[in-house]
């Protein structure tokens, strides 16, 4: 049972982190446009994404570019949108590998062994998908914070950590838990396996008890000749 609940908890996790990778990998507010001290244009904000960035007058209208080459991106851009696409292809081939092994799952038959050794595969596959969300994430931040208070940036170029940064710090943490999960279910279920096959039945035992009380030995059978 607790096995059993491991797996639901693992499944709606891994199906939000799932989601929230994707979401990280679309959204354009990656880099925001940082108010001080010359820029003051409050009243237009710049969103920078992996594939558009979009400018926003007054809260009213907006209009976004695709980027016109990959080469124009940055070098920490660059490699989060590889990285980012590298995780959604991942997520999704992790939920599905744990969607076959769910226990309610009729596809790969009812051998608990093998359904758990699929949701280990899935587990695994979920931490590796975290941790490579969490890097473009942590590195689009690290060239964020180091800018901003470089004195060789102009200020204008200056940016803020965007809401995709904060988004993808927490699907990164639900995609690790959810591996997690994982991961216990399976320990859960070698345990249990083990601990059924370790213990006879109170049948078995009787039965050798009665055996061994009425089969007399080889020194006892001696003594009557």
Known sequence: MASYALQIAGLVFSGIGMIGTVAVTIMPQWRVSAFIESNIVVFENIWEGLW??????????????V???LLALSPDLQAARGLMCAASVLSFLAFMIA???????????????????????AGILFIITGIVVLIPVSWVANTIIRN??????????????GEALYLGWTTALVLIVSGALFSCGFCCTEKSSSYRYSIPSHRTTQRSFHMEKTSPSIYSRSQYV
Do not use: W
């Open 67 to 69: 980027y016109d080459s």
């Open 52 to 65: 558009m960035n979009c400018i926003r007058h007054a809260n009213i209208r907006m209009q976004c570019k």
């Open 99 to 121: 969607s076959l092994g769910m226990r309610c799952t009729k596809l790969t038959g009812d051998d608990e062994n093998v359904k758990s050794r699929i949701l280990l595969t």
């Open 148 to 161: 901003f208070y470089s004195p060789v940036v102009d200020p204008g170029l200056k940016r803020e950590l």
